[in-house]
């Protein structure tokens, strides 16, 4: 087991972050008199959603796109957020302002059934809600991951059915996530990636993931896993780039001999793999075809902006 370990996730500390502005159903507050009720349907049951957004140059980019998710899972939770698209967006500018920010910040929006009468599962309970939560903190991703890349381990734990609980659904219920990550951190690695049920390769705890494999990009076929706003990005990006591009079912045999491996998600964008079960993944280093869709990706980023 190493002693350190990257992340997709990985920022350099900001100490701006220490006098941050929170927003609590409708007040925004210092960080540190920001609080939820013990009895939040959230805190209790993971009883709710959320989405990652970040705030580039003055610019939420494809923030229409994860308001979408918000809505349709709430829609098939039967979460009322209370608040209109308008309203909540507004929300998110109110905090960015309250806050300073112009660039450079992660949003974490979060969305629970709110405070329960008492401290039971039952939704009818939650009687005081919704609870919502804006978290915007000054983070910037650390680029040095593209030189150092990330390291994944195959777990057991595997991204269920449907029928058991969505993957598609961006809930705060992620012990699925957090027991992998455990797994592959204790086997000395950086994230987990995780299988479907019928053994394909999947996603990670965190992010989507791709392969390379003579030119042409791959990824799962999206049922069994979070269907990320930058996945779907980075997918349309290589039919525009005339990069040949599947979503599929795959094995590890496949992973294994790929030319390139890469993960996407809101913070980091896009990742290099360079090692999957202690096998190295295109010669340690990122690949062309890596390169050339993210270096597309922050064109269309920057595109959003104008």
Known sequence: MTDSHVSTHDAAP?????DIRIYVNGEIVHRDEAQVSVYDSGFLLGDGIWEGLRLYDGHIPFLDAHLDRLYEAALYLDLDIGKTR??????????????GMTTDVHIRLMVTRGRKKKPFQHPHLSIYGPTIVIIAEH??????????GISLFTVPHHRGLPLTQDA????HSKLNCIIALNHAVRAGADEALMLDPFGFVNTTNACN????????VWTSTGDYCMNGITRQKVIDLC???DIPVFERNY???DTYGADEAFLTGTFGAQTPVFMIDGRVIGGGKAGPVFHRIRAAYKKLVDEERS
């Not at 900001?14 to 220490?18: E, G, H, Y």
């Not at 993931?209 to 042409?216: E, K, P, S, T």
């Open 139 to 148: 983070s910037k991703p650390d680029d040095s991951v593209i030189e150092r």
């Open 168 to 171: 598609k659904l961006n809930s």
């Open 86 to 99: 308008a309203d909540l967006t507004q929300a998110i500018w109110d905090t960015l302002d309250a806050n």
């Open 14 to 18: 900001d100490a701006r972050n220490d």
């Open 209 to 216: 993931f791709f392969i390379v494999r003579g030119g042409a």
């Open 251 to 253: 094995s590890l045999v």
């Open 239 to 241: 039919m525009t780039l």
